[in-house]
């Protein structure tokens, strides 16, 4: 049973740089895809980006030019970082386990609350 | 990006009921990429289905999912107090990966 634990600052002003991270307690970071995914009332669920377990990255078009998806094997973690974040960017953020590229999520975090407010 | 609508926005039903979810994608794809989550107040969205209709681990077989098309169908045949919550369809068939708006199943 995999289970994945996020952490990271959930209040952030306008142009400030989000930054969360994802803790995979089941293991490694092998055979699947690893995957942030936002929810807000306005958007609904939207996929960010993800991580292969050899390091390939894929992002959201909408998002590319601002997100940087990292992971560090050692530790079995995966990072998000959000750059010049405005109040739209105001959301839940999920880290999930993903099945091939653009797969299907079988295992979420918790969530993290993000608001951007000045 | 293909877009998914979902249909209702809200059904209102009774514990013992059929529920019938629709998502329609805004364009054909060959493979049946589509998987349905669960979502309660409070909490991460929960998978149900993927690939149209197989369902994943643990998930009670009151849970059933097809396709018709670019028409994908969940199916609850009996509802459970634990059913009541909104879902939602995902298509991964192509990249960006989307999500259907949801649909709210609410007790009557």
């Known amino acids: 049973q995999e289970q994945l634990q996020q952490w990271g600052a959930g209040l952030l002003k306008p142009s400030e740089t989000l930054s969360l991270t994802c803790g995979v307690d089941?293991?490694?970071?092998?055979?699947?895809?690893w995957s942030w995914i936002r929810q807000s009332p306005g958007k609904g669920l939207e996929w960010i980006g993800e991580?292969?377990?050899?390091?390939?990255?894929n992002y959201n078009p909408s998002l590319k030019s601002r997100v940087t998806i990292s992971s560090d094997t050692s530790k079995h973690e995966f990072s998000l970082k959000l750059s010049s974040v405005t109040v739209a960017d105001t959301a839940m953020y999920y880290c999930?386990?993903?099945?091939?590229?653009?797969?299907?999520?079988?295992?979420w975090g918790q969530g993290t609350q993000v608001t951007v407010s000045s | 990006e293909i877009v998914l609508t979902q249909s209702p926005g809200t059904l209102s039903l009774s514990p013992g009921e059929r529920a019938t979810l629709s998502c329609r994608a805004s364009?054909?794809?060959?493979?049946?990429?589509l998987a349905w989550y669960q979502q309660k107040p409070g909490q991460a969205p929960r998978l149900l289905i993927f690939?149209?209709?197989s369902r994943a681990t643990g998930i009670p077989d009151r849970f059933s999912g097809r396709r018709s098309g670019t028409d994908f169908t969940l199916t609850i045949s009996r509802l459970e107090a634990e059913d009541f919550a909104v879902y939602y369809c995902?298509?991964?068939?192509?990249?960006?990966?989307?999500f259907g708006q949801g649909t709210k199943v609410e007790i009557k």
């Open positions: 991580i292969s377990h050899s390091g390939i990255t």
């Open positions: 995902q298509q991964y068939a192509t990249s960006p990966g989307t």
């Open positions: 690939g149209a209709s």
């Open positions: 364009q054909s794809f060959s493979s049946s990429y």
């Open positions: 999930a386990r993903g099945w091939g590229l653009t797969g299907y999520f079988d295992y």
């Open positions: 089941g293991g490694s970071l092998s055979l699947y895809y």
